[in-house]
């Protein structure tokens, strides 16, 4: 939800897309792709940070009745909201989270759609296109799981949580990535048949200067790290290799940065108008906001894994062999 505010380029103003009653009768322009950006990210936001935390509520209530200290067993406890491990508390959170597990599905295809529209409701040549919606959507789970690979992989050797996030875990993930993957370039083929059909001259000069111009090394790089280098996942060896799966998925992540790069970028400068165009170097500002978002991203992740579980307790208790309970012993409790 932050980069959205960066991107209006006073996000000091931000209440101003949001309609409130105000002094200067100002109303935002709901055909905007920005007020929709609004409306979706907050929704897509809030639903996912519920989800999370109904997600710890029996994990927070395990760790406030392990601590002794008076102070932190108070904040899991607040945290908890009263969970006493019941029947009825695990009906009622079950019912919950499959709900919420509902509702965060399909708001994964609207945000990243309403995203998408951002570019292609706009005349720019390389945005104002139809697969964006789905090439976007694609791209996101695509990277997403890439992002959960260079999380998890590490996690998993350094806390010793082998038996926790297993092989099978690591390889269905790189199956994923590499269905989704295939998505994408078949995003990229379509684009570039939409681009010589239609005739545009714009568009045909668009990917002209992706292919021969100033930015053609990002644009091949972008090419050889999302098509190519990922197509190592069809070897069984590769997708159970923590290490190799390791720096295919940072690949991964770098030839996305480099899809949003040639998106943006390439596009913005080479316009309509030969008067406008330009050449981009990054300043101090992008790459201070680069590397912040890197570091404030690492260190959320570091306080998570030190204040919280790193994997489900409630769900792990679930797989141990104590937690089965045989037809004889359950109709023992029932007589009782």
Not at 53 to 68: K, N
């Amino acid at each position: 939800g932050m980069f959205p505010l960066l991107h209006l380029g006073r996000p000091w103003l931000f209440y101003w897309l949001f309609p409130y009653p105000n002094s200067m009768s100002y109303w935002p322009q709901f055909r905007s792709p920005l007020v929709w950006d609004v409306f979706a990210v907050s929704t897509y936001l809030t639903i996912s940070l519920v989800f999370w935390f109904i997600g710890l509520i029996p994990d927070l209530a395990s760790l406030r009745d392990q601590t002794d200290n008076k102070a932190i067993k108070f904040v899991y406890g607040l945290l908890a909201m009263g969970w006493r491990n019941s029947v009825r508390h695990w009906h009622r959170y079950e019912t919950a989270y499959l709900l919420l597990a509902g509702l965060a599905t399909p708001l994964v295809l609207s945000v990243h759609t309403v995203v998408s529209f951002d570019f292609s409701i706009g005349i720019v040549p390389g945005w104002h296109t139809t697969i964006f919606p789905p090439y976007f959507v694609a791209g996101a789970i695509y990277s997403g799981f890439a992002m959960v690979l260079v999380l998890a992989i590490p996690i998993r050797k350094f806390y010793d949580i082998k038996e926790f996030i297993t092989e099978r875990h690591i390889e269905n993930s790189a199956m994923v990535m590499l269905a989704t993957g295939w998505i994408v370039a078949y995003g990229y083929a379509i684009e570039a048949f939409v681009n010589w059909y239609g005739g545009d001259p714009y568009e045909s000069f668009l990917r002209w200067n992706r292919l021969h111009g100033p930015y053609a090394f990002w644009y091949y790089a972008l090419l050889v790290t999302n098509l190519l280098v990922p197509q190592v996942l069809w070897f069984r060896r590769i997708r159970t290799s923590p290490f190799w799966l390791f720096l295919v998925s940072l690949d991964v992540l770098v030839g996305m940065w480099l899809e949003r790069f040639i998106i943006v970028v390439v596009s913005l400068t080479r316009d309509f108008v030969p008067s406008a165009f330009g050449q981009y170097y990054p300043t101090w500002n992008d790459w201070s906001i680069l590397l912040g978002t890197l570091g404030f991203f690492a260190a959320c992740m570091f306080l998570f894994l030190r204040l919280l579980p790193a994997v489900s307790i409630s769900e792990l208790k679930t797989l141990i062999p104590q937690a089965e309970v045989t037809v004889a012993h359950a109709e023992e409790v029932h007589e009782l």
